[in-house]
């Protein structure tokens, strides 16, 4: 059996180019999305209402336009008669573990146009409230812009799986390293 001579400052040179190239290639690679800007004029909700104009609440009552994130709420409310309505912020008390006090605000809408603004709970400058009237509630929200990558700890899936070849080529190197530099070759055990 041949046997290949290494010089140790040769191993030790390999294993430091090898590493910088594989963390290189680590952090090369990852998702780059672009953030919304929090606010929205015009989203579905769930009953695939589409536009401005199919937002209602009631057959009496519609959503005209709304601005919603970063802890404040602004919405206009349009309402074809005089009616009570209450505002409750959707994400109050999410944060904390047990029961929690929905905080509601109750205004009486006048024939017309009304405009309310409101102070609500925001997380990652994402807001939601419920609008209630007599006939009906809708929630209006910011959506969510967190990810949803279960791995974005890690750098994204790319970025854990480089990592995870990164871990076994190094160590595969090692592995061969030491086969290579043991004087009687590897032994059974």
Do not use: C, W
């Amino acid at each position: 059996m041949s046997r290949v001579a290494f010089s140790k400052t040769r191993v030790v040179l390999a294993f430091a180019v090898v590493a910088i190239v594989a963390m290189g290639i680590g952090m090369g690679v990852g998702p780059v999305s672009a953030q919304d800007g929090g606010t929205q004029s015009a989203p579905g909700n769930e009953s695939n209402q589409t536009t401005l104009e199919q937002i209602s609440i009631d057959d009496q009552t519609r959503v005209v336009e709304f601005e919603i994130g970063h802890g404040d709420a602004s919405i206009v409310i349009e309402s074809e008669e005089r009616q009570p309505m209450i505002v409750s912020d959707a994400l109050a008390g999410i944060e904390q573990e047990g029961a929690t006090t929905v905080p509601e605000k109750e205004y009486q809408l006048s024939e017309g146009r009304n405009e309310i603004s409101l102070s609500v709970a925001s997380i990652n400058g994402d807001s939601a409230v419920s609008v209630s009237t007599r006939g009906g509630t809708i929630r209006l929200s910011s959506g969510m812009s967190g990810s949803n990558d279960p791995f974005e700890a890690f750098g994204g899936a790319s970025g854990l799986f480089s990592g995870v070849l990164m871990t076994v080529g190094i160590a595969a190197l090692a592995a061969f390293y030491v086969v290579k530099a043991e004087s009687k070759g590897v032994e059974k055990a």
